[in-house]
């Protein structure tokens, strides 16, 4: 089975411009997701998928795949299915799954693309899934940059938000605070779908495509992970996250 991943990185983000290239323990962001990714033993290959040069050149540089796309995309999947569509004609091989990992997510592992790609090797129904990862802090849930979570019994997303969902006003003090962790592996047919399917409103209120999918009446199956992560939106997630990785033993494998 063909499975690529593809890492849609750019430098112009709203919250933290020029993100991808910002230095955690002296390699940049988007090397950490794609070095990192590139572990896992069920990929085929992994790219980058870019429309700066500046990214394109360090990726030359430090032997990594790239493809460069256009500068119009608005989503993230949009820039992947590009990165797809070329990747599939140079190689001429045409790609089975999809996972396609955001490039501000440097303390992904390769257990992390493993575990969202297996369910799809079992059960053909499933066309996308996400992984979840439960929240420690009052703090984190609150925070409007992770998208929260939850589920039915059957671990499909009953919906997404960057409210802290489920409410804890009427009283109680422990629900569960699940985060949204942005590897997504999607069956090749079904990102092409996805990107033609029309924006929904949830969608475009909450700033999460996946709920384009659950206002359409399909699934998105989520799978849990302990492995510890945390994303970097801001200058100060960042410094925080660069503090989480001073020990981290994957690093020491392609840092130089």
């Given amino acids: 089975m063909n499975i690529l991943a593809i890492i849609p990185a750019r430098m112009g983000s709203s919250r933290f411009p020029g993100k991808p290239l910002a230095l955690i323990h002296n ?16 990929l085929s ?5 870019t429309c700066d040069p500046i990214i394109e050149n360090y990726c030359r540089d430090a032997g990594l ?26 190689t001429g091989k045409k790609a089975d799954i999809v996972v396609m990992v955001q490039g501000d997510e440097p303390m992904v592992t390769p257990e992390m693309i493993d575990a969202a790609v297996e369910p799809m090797l079992r059960d053909p129904s499933i066309n996308v899934v996400n992984l979840m990862a439960d929240m420690d802090t009052l703090e984190e849930f609150e925070d409007p940059n992770e998208v929260k979570v939850v589920t039915d019994r059957f671990d499909n997303a009953i919906y997404f938000s960057r409210e802290p969902v ?16 942005c590897v997504i592996p999607f069956r090749r047919d079904y990102l092409l779908r996805f990107n033609e399917m029309e924006e929904s409103p949830l969608e475009i209120y909450e700033s999460v495509d996946m709920l384009r999918i659950l206002e359409y009446g ?3 199956r989520m799978v849990p992970t302990s492995c510890r992560t945390w994303s970097v939106d801001t200058p100060e997630d960042l410094a925080r ?16």
């Fill in 27 to 42: 390699v940049p962001m988007v090397g950490h997701v794609a070095f990192r990714t590139a572990m896992s033993k069920a």
């Fill in 45 to 49: 290959n992994t790219y980058v998928a």
């Fill in 65 to 90: 795949d790239c493809v460069m796309t256009g500068g119009h995309h608005v989503r993230c999947s949009t820039r992947t299915a590009e990165a797809l569509l070329k990747i599939e004609a140079e």
């Fill in 166 to 181: 489920p409410s804890r006003k009427k009283g109680s003090d422990r629900v569960p605070m699940r985060k949204q962790v």
């Fill in 218 to 220: 399909e699934k998105v």
């Fill in 241 to 256: 996250v660069a503090r989480l990785m001073e020990n981290d033993a994957l690093m020491r494998s392609y840092r130089k």
